[in-house]
């Protein structure tokens, strides 16, 4: 696609439930991230994909939130058991990363978000 | 740890005025840093960048000077229009490459006709 897209665009969920938000990167990016924006403050990094694999998941606030990319594309970050400060922006990032010659390095282009409430 | 102080907002200016948003910046090495823009409605847009000191960043009339003796990367652009009413976002990457990006929390600017 033209641009990162990220559904839902909203979700509202009670406490304790599980759920699941997409990120469908840019095609032909090799690198996908997952950030946080509470209200007020700027995104906070969760974790990063490089290909299939979590190059870097030192953000994840705790074990309740995992993500994957199975097939090195698209992305689900998944949160067990809810709970109310889990409410927040949820931003999905894309980037091209060239192992081969780093001048084509691209810049993180970012989705929409996903604005997640926990009632 | 890397972290990213900008000036709190919101800033109010009238159309054409000039503008500077400060930022600033800690962080081992020598980080890239930039500015992102989240116009309302929108996702966030790299507005510009510089990877090493002294460098200056430029975009839409935006402009960021890389500074490592004060560690600052402050954004200005000589006449606001009321198109850039917006939240900017002052960050860094202390990695080359992948973009785990340290940001500020932002600063709302309001521009009036």
Redo the contacts between chains.
Sequence with gaps: GAGVSQTPSNKVTEKGKYVELRCDPISGHTALYWYRQSLGQGPEFLIYFQGTGAADDSGLPNDRFFAVRPEGSVSTLKIQRTERGDSAVYLCASSLLAVVDPRLNTEAFFGQGTRLTVV | GNS?TQMEGPVTLSEEAFLTINCTYTATGYPSL?W?VQYPG?????LL?ATKADDKGSNKGFEATYRKETTSFHLEKGSVQVSDSAVY?C?LSAS???????????TRLLVSP
Excluded: D, M, N, P
Aim: without cysteine.
């Design positions: 990213v930039f992102y929108e996702g966030l847009q790299l960048k976002f960050a080359t490459g992948f973009q785990k990006l340290v940001f500020g929390t932002g």
